[in-house]
């Protein structure tokens, strides 16, 4: 069975710092991989789906990189903002097709301070 | 707009008292599922279903049903709810594709959540 773990636990930065957030996966059958963003409370809000055809995703300030071979891919996140400050998700898929769903990392909690 | 709707969103009910959290998306994806999410023990999945009239258990079914009668909806049921089941449920919806022997999920989409408290 998928599992996925994900490093630091929780960061906290100042403002316009870059920062990478990690997260390993010990399946690396997977078709894709998926991160989340989730604000205290709230639903989950897909920032980037990486097939594993590629092994870079971008939007705007964020790139994610995806390494199967190494069962490995980070978020890199640029120019940092307090917006920015969320929990973010790295989820794989359970099978390699994902039909028994995704398996989540813990999360890492990020605090951008101004 | 693109959606999965879950409903209601909060919900404070007492020890034994069936209930339906109503999940709805409006993407005509095949694949749809129950997630619940708990400190520590992040997120997990309790049913899933490839398609209308198909469903299958997750890692934690116990104490839920589901049904799938129309691809739009996938209600999650509990039947007799108890303080364990005190969690913040996430539906999912996702596409399929495929093609000779082999199908997989693309991007998931998930709703809002429902914070459901047993007493």
């Known amino acids: 069975k998928q599992e996925v773990t994900q490093i630091p636990a929780a960061l906290s930065v100042p403002e316009g710092e870059n920062l990478v957030l990690n997260c390993s996966f010990t399946?690396?059958?997977?078709?894709?991989l998926q991160w989340f963003r989730q604000d205290p409370g709230k639903g989950l809000t897909s920032l980037l789906l990486i097939q594993s055809s590629q092994r870079e995703q971008t939007s705007g300030r964020l790139n994610a990189s995806l390494d199967k071979s190494s069962g490995r891919s980070t978020l890199y996140i640029a120019a940092s903002q307090p917006g920015d400050s969320a929990t973010y998700l790295c989820a794989a898929p359970d099978s390699g097709g994902g039909a028994d769903g995704l398996t989540f990392g813990k999360g890492t909690h990020l605090i951008i301070q101004p | 707009e693109a959606q999965v709707t879950q409903n209601p969103r909060y919900l404070i009910t007492v020890t034994g008292k069936k209930l339906t959290v109503t999940c709805s998306q409006n993407m005509n994806h095949e694949y749809m599922s129950w997630y619940r999410q708990d400190p520590g023990l992040g997120l997990r999945q309790i049913y899933y279903?490839?398609?209308?009239?198909?469903?299958d258990k997750g890692d934690v079914p116990e104490g839920y049903k589901v049904s799938r009668k129309e691809k739009r909806n996938f209600p999650l049921i509990l039947e007799s709810p108890s303080p364990n089941q005190t969690s913040l449920y996430f539906c999912a919806s996702s596409p399929r594709t495929g093609g000779l022997g082999y199908y997989m999920n693309t991007e998931a989409f998930f709703g809002q959540g429902t914070r459901l408290t047993v007493v």
């Open positions: 279903s490839m398609n209308v009239e198909v469903t």
């Open positions: 399946d690396s059958a997977i078709y894709n």
